[in-house]
């Protein structure tokens, strides 16, 4: 292995992406259009800083399966179910409609049959990278256009399974080599082979995590997250699957797991690094040659392309209600060709469907396709948008999103934090629980909570439970120093959210006080404040007596911590206070008490 060959690579990758992307997000043209001139400028037409483009964009793809991991962590197998009509309704109209339309113009141009039908399909697929990059970018998942696209691109990973599994029945020549690993295998095989996947993973995966929770090293946590997804991926290719699918399937195993928090903040900068990898070596796989010998005819293909697959998704995006002001935006994130017209178009050739010299011109329309993506977004952004619509028309028409959306985090779930939980949940709050004890989270969800294995000091967890749209954080965590240490994180990443927290004793009450924590409670003192009233009637007093004295102690409580804030360095100080204080609570209950009996 050429080591130091691999290092000047990855400098050179990340040198072009930290200086281009930031730059085209600056000037409002967005990152996957900044990654993808990253690869032309140090791609083999312009700079030839790198050269082994292929290799570097098969490895790369591998991006791509650690998004449709994520994206299936957020569907739990009940959810994927009831959008079962929007796949196949949405994903089957589109991809039919689509790949007709392209057949016809296939055959106008005098392409045969079979190879007519595999062009039509593999440009018929959109980029899923792309497509749901930019989805993310502008917070359109949590929309109708969103969830729609998301349906097409799940049921185009879906559909390459038995697209890849007929070529063999179109092509000429008997399977060679690199066309068998993908084609081997039968899809009722295939099927099976999902299903047992699923169950197993059902069954094993949460055990597995648990054992591993239990360590609290986080990184033999990452490790295992890492091992899951690339293992079932490798399983995949090896069947002539989609790894993205799955990964993908992979995720919705997970989706209803307390560890899905987690396992989303472990892998985010992995998938991050090498999606920027493969739209940077989309840009270098660019033909500049080929492009230059007929660019007026490659790029008329490419819009011809775009063009055509536009119409079709906007006839889709109509009849899925999509509302109006999201369909043209919609409509182009998805009128690109996809990565996996790159993986079809190789078969083909293997399998004397597709000549040489015609696939590697689809694929230069395909890449020319998405970079002409981002380039007409911004086109409909600037021009064609503000024409047609009202700013006030442009609001998305948000689907209820069950964890990111909920109002309140609880973040410890012991005893203090379960009597918070049922007071909430018994209001119709349900809270979003986080818990670093594998064996409490356990617990808990035997009861019915939804709970989720998480650091609460990790802002990427909280991130990815939703405290950005949060409106209360609860810290009912048991040690005083992570408490403190939480307090400083929410109070810088997420500003906007209230925060109550639960104080361990006197001491650590003046420490939040310090942070600038207004709403507090302190476990002893509300609990010793009970069982004085116990005390109290026990002892024969008025319940309205016992409630006036009780409710007399707590305001004197209170006004004293703000008093001993000011004393917080001097101990001498805090004695006298406390003293001095002492003698003023005796004074007013005595006070009280005789006023109560002269009436």
Request: aromatic letters at 8%; glycine letters at 8%; charged letters at 15%.
């Amino acid at each position: 292995m050429d080591t130091h060959g691999l290092l000047v690579n990855v400098v050179f990758f990340l040198g072009a992406a930290v200086l281009t992307v930031p730059i085209f997000v600056r000037l409002g043209l967005g990152s996957v259009l900044g990654y993808l001139s990253a690869g032309v400028l140090i791609g083999p037409w312009v700079l030839g800083l790198i050269t082994n483009v292929q290799d570097i964009l098969h490895f790369s793809e591998f991006g791509v399966v650690l998004l449709l991991f994520l994206i299936g962590l957020e569907l739990e197998p009940k959810t994927l179910w009831s959008m079962r009509r929007s796949i196949l309704g949405s994903g089957g109209s589109q991809l039919l409609l689509t790949a007709a339309v392209l057949f016809g113009i296939c055959m106008l141009f005098g392409v045969t049959t079979n190879s007519a039908i595999v062009i039509s399909l593999g440009l018929a697929l959109s980029s899923t990278a792309i497509a749901l990059q930019t989805f993310q970018e502008r917070s359109l998942m949590p929309t109708i256009a969103g969830a729609t696209g998301f349906s097409i691109l799940l049921f185009q990973d879906i559909a390459v399974i038995p697209i890849i599994a007929s070529l063999p029945m179109l092509g000429t020549s008997e399977l060679i080599e690199g066309a068998s690993e993908h084609s081997g295998v039968s899809t009722p095989i295939v099927i099976a082979i999902l299903l047992g996947v699923f169950l197993v993973g059902k069954l094993t995966l949460k055990h597995v995590f648990h054992l591993v929770a239990k360590t609290y090293l986080r990184e033999v946590f990452t490790m295992l997250s890492l091992l899951l997804v690339i293992g079932i991926s490798v399983i995949m290719d090896t069947l002539g699957v989609s790894m993205a699918l799955g990964a993908f399937l992979a995720g919705v195993i997970l989706a209803d797991s307390e560890y899905r928090h987690t396992l989303e903040s472990d892998i985010e900068p992995f998938k991050g690094l090498l999606l920027g990898l493969f739209f940077v070596s989309v840009g270098m796989s660019i033909d500049f040659g080929m492009l230059f010998s007929n660019p007026l005819i490659f790029l008329g293909l490419a819009i011809l392309l775009v063009m055509v697959k536009a119409t079709a998704l906007y006839v889709v995006a109509y009849f899925s209600g999509v509302p109006l002001p999201q369909r043209n935006t919609f409509s182009i994130i998805l009128s690109q060709g996809g990565e996996f017209a790159f993986v079809l178009f190789g078969i083909a050739v293997g399998l004397n469907v597709l000549e040489q010299t015609l696939a590697s011109q689809l694929i230069l329309v395909v890449a020319i396709s998405m970079i002409l993506t981002p380039v007409l977004l911004i086109i409909n952004d600037k021009i064609i948008d503000p024409i047609f619509f009202k700013a006030s028309n442009l609001a998305p028409d948000v689907i209820d999103d069950e964890d990111k959306d909920n109002q309140v985090i609880i973040a410890g779930f012991g005893r203090f934090g379960q009597v918070v939980g049922r007071l909430l949940i018994a209001n119709k709050i349900t809270p979003t629980l986080i818990d670093y004890d594998p064996d409490q989270i356990a617990l808990v969800k035997k009861f019915g909570s939804k709970a989720y294995y998480g650091d609460v000091l990790r802002s990427d967890v909280l991130h990815s439970a939703g405290a950005s749209k949060a409106k209360l954080i609860v810290l009912t965590i048991h040690c005083k120093d992570t408490i403190n240490a939480a307090v400083e994180m929410i109070r810088k990443e997420f500003p906007n959210a209230k925060l109550i927290a639960r104080a361990i004793d006197r001491r650590h009450a003046l420490d939040l006080m310090e942070l600038g924590v207004d709403h507090f409670t302190r476990e002893t003192f509300y609990s010793g404040l009970e069982m004085g009233r116990d005390a109290l009637k026990m002892m024969g007093f008025e319940e309205q007596e016992i409630t006036r004295q009780v409710e007399i102690l707590r305001k004197h409580d209170i006004e004293l911590l703000y008093e001993q804030l000011e004393f917080r360095s001097d101990e001498e100080g805090m004695i006298n206070s406390s003293q001095q204080a002492r003698n003023r609570l005796e004074q007013i209950l005595a006070s009280d008490q005789e006023y109560n009996e002269s009436t």
